[in-house]
């Protein structure tokens, strides 16, 4: 999870992000391989949920609004801009941070930088696209 902030992460990344939070769950409970137990069971049975997705997506949120906020430098609006001299190769645009930003708050790039100006409302935002995404798993879950 290291540097999980500057990571553009694609589906597959998500996949084998929850089946490795799946196998440390599995480890705790000493859940061999060979076991028919599903991922639900195993989350009733330590009474949690999946939250490694939710988390890295709030450290994202967390650090542009931090970085937003550094008016020494315009580093972090070079790359919300994703403004670069030369041309794309052919071919599906790459997923890229700002993708994945605008995808865990629901908001464009211009409100992220707006929002993000008021500290306490950023947080707030932070916090409710947390909770939200926690209610939208629980339910997909089931």
């Known amino acids: 999870m290291y540097g999980c902030e500057a990571w553009s992460q694609k589906k597959d ?5 929850e089946a490795a939070e799946m196998w ?6 000493r859940v061999k391989w060979t076991d ?3 991922n639900e069971s195993v989350l009733k049975e330590l009474k949690t949920e999946r939250t490694l997705l939710n988390l890295i997506n709030a450290r994202k949120l967390k650090y542009v609004g931090h970085a937003l906020h550094n008016h020494r430098t315009s580093l972090m609006k070079t790359l919300c801009e ?3 001299d030369g ?3 052919k071919g599906r645009p790459p997923i ?8 865990a708050c629901g908001l464009s790039l211009h409100q992220i930088v ?3 100006q008021d500290r306490a409302g950023w947080q707030r935002k932070v916090r409710s696209s947390i909770a939200t995404a926690n209610t939208a798993s629980t339910h997909a879950d089931r």
């Open 82 to 84: 994703g403004r670069l």
């Open 114 to 116: 707006q929002k993000s």
């Open 87 to 89: 041309r794309r190769r």
């Open 13 to 17: 990344d998500d996949k084998r992000i």
């Open 96 to 103: 890229s941070l700002v993708t994945n930003l605008t995808t």
């Open 24 to 29: 440390f769950y599995r480890r705790i409970l």
């Open 36 to 38: 028919k137990r599903t």
